[in-house]
């Protein structure tokens, strides 16, 4: 299929089409945008051509594996199912340099051999018998079979149980690769650093463009692409989510929402007056409502609550 650019389509239009048609998709729209979806098919010739390209390759989907469609088709409207149907587009035939959408990746995830939604964990036993568990929001491919042990971690957090074998298992990042027979570890992407975490056994980090260390049991470090940390005993408690667990002790409390938000969906925010505050203890990821309601009780802070989805914490009020 030809690329968009070749058919006179700018990727700022083919991309003004691709999200026209994710509002049909996620259902009718109303008067005043069907009027604006009409009015901009109609402002200029290229408009009307992205969109009719964009509805004959939507007829495309019908041709990929029905799961993968489904699931992104299916789901309620995201974040997450735009990147989908973006994927999905891409897989169609769309021209992924041509639409601008190549540098980011945001659909990857989505196409990768296991992921977790926000705050979803999930465990997988690999081919050669190493256990595998993705921590909220997080995605790898996996090649582990007779010929090959290999991980790509592409988003958040995971942890492995690495059984011994004569070939190594790699596990390839966007900030370079670490490798060890018999471990078991923690791998955290954040942002432009990754941080492993080895409990047992030892493992071999590379960064893509600095020089290879070797890290032992009981060590941690942080690396990116081009600097790796220095080792520094592992953190204890640092696989406890692998048990549904955040445990902490004496941690910021902006440190603290931080990553609690991690396990669920929409904003949690800290003022910054009581971002110093400490707090310990040990508390189940899958109740972070009842987290946050017990926090007023351990801290002199208030939490306040736009919506669900839209939580901050402030100082207490004096009472008047």
Same mark, same amino acid.
């Given at each position: 299929?030809?690329?968009?650019?070749?058919?006179?389509?700018?990727?700022?239009?083919?991309?003004?089409?691709?999200?026209?048609?994710?509002?049909?998709?996620?259902?009718?729209?109303?008067?005043?945008?069907?009027?604006?979806?009409?009015?901009?098919?109609?402002?200029?010739?290229?408009?009307? !051509?992205?969109?009719?390209?964009?509805?004959?390759?939507?007829?495309?989907?019908?041709?990929?594996?029905?799961?993968?469609?489904?699931?992104?088709?299916?789901?309620?409207?995201?974040?997450?199912?735009?990147?989908?149907?973006?994927?999905?587009?891409?897989?169609?035939?769309?021209?992924?340099?041509?639409?601008?959408?190549? $540098?980011?990746?945001?659909?990857?995830?989505?196409?990768?051999?296991?992921?977790?939604?926000?705050?979803?964990? *999930?465990?997988?036993?690999?081919?050669?018998?190493?256990?595998?568990?993705?921590?909220?929001?997080?995605?790898?491919?996996?090649?582990?079979?007779?010929?090959?042990?290999?991980?790509?971690?592409? *988003?958040?957090?995971?942890?492995?149980?690495?059984?011994? @074998?004569?070939?190594?298992?790699?596990?390839? /990042?966007?900030?370079?690769? +670490?490798?060890?027979?018999?471990?078991?570890?923690?791998?955290?992407?954040?942002?432009? $650093?990754?941080?492993?975490?080895?409990?047992?056994?030892? @493992? /071999?980090?590379?960064? *893509?463009?600095?020089?290879?260390?070797?890290?032992?049991?009981?060590?941690?470090?942080?690396?990116?692409?081009?600097?790796?940390?220095?080792? !520094?005993?592992?953190?204890?408690?640092?696989?406890?989510?692998?048990?549904?667990?955040?445990?902490?002790?004496?941690?910021?409390?902006?440190?603290?929402?931080?990553?609690?938000?991690?396990?669920?969906?929409?904003?949690?925010?800290?003022?910054?007056? +009581?971002?110093?505050?400490?707090?310990?203890?040990?508390?189940?990821?899958?109740?972070?409502?009842?987290?946050?309601?017990?926090?007023?009780?351990?801290?002199?802070?208030?939490?306040?609550?736009?919506? *669900?989805?839209?939580?901050?914490?402030?100082?207490?009020?004096?009472?008047?």
């Amino acid at each position: 299929m030809s690329n968009p650019q070749r058919l006179g389509i700018s990727p700022a239009v083919a991309e003004q089409a691709v999200q026209w048609l994710i509002e049909w998709q996620e259902g009718s729209l109303s008067e005043q945008r069907l009027q604006a979806w009409q009015h901009w098919r109609s402002a200029a010739s290229e408009h009307e !051509q992205a969109w009719q390209r964009i509805e004959s390759v939507n007829q495309r989907l019908r041709g990929l594996p029905a799961q993968t469609a489904r699931q992104v088709l299916d789901a309620p409207p995201s974040r997450r199912r735009r990147e989908g149907l973006k994927a999905l587009l891409v897989l169609a035939g769309l021209g992924v340099t041509g639409w601008g959408l190549q $540098r980011n990746k945001p659909w990857q995830p989505w196409l990768a051999d296991a992921h977790t939604d926000i705050g979803e964990r *999930r465990e997988l036993a690999l081919a050669d018998g190493s256990q595998l568990i993705l921590n909220t929001d997080s995605a790898v491919n996996l090649r582990v079979d007779a010929e090959q042990r290999l991980l790509e971690l592409q *988003r958040g957090e995971i942890f492995l149980q690495v059984r011994e @074998a004569t070939r190594p298992l790699r596990i390839d /990042t966007s900030l370079g690769y +670490i490798e060890t027979r018999s471990a078991r570890l923690c791998l955290r992407l954040h942002g432009e $650093r990754c941080r492993v975490s080895l409990f047992d056994g030892v @493992a /071999t980090i590379q960064p *893509r463009d600095a020089s290879a260390l070797q890290l032992q049991d009981g060590q941690q470090l942080s690396f990116g692409s081009q600097h790796v940390g220095l080792p !520094q005993p592992v953190d204890a408690n640092g696989s406890a989510w692998t048990r549904g667990m955040l445990v902490v002790s004496q941690m910021r409390l902006a440190d603290f929402l931080a990553e609690l938000g991690r396990y669920r969906p929409g904003r949690l925010s800290c003022d910054p007056q +009581i971002a110093d505050l400490r707090i310990s203890g040990s508390y189940p990821l899958d109740h972070s409502e009842r987290i946050l309601a017990l926090l007023p009780r351990a801290l002199p802070v208030e939490v306040r609550q736009l919506t *669900r989805y839209w939580v901050s914490v402030h100082p207490r009020q004096a009472a008047t």
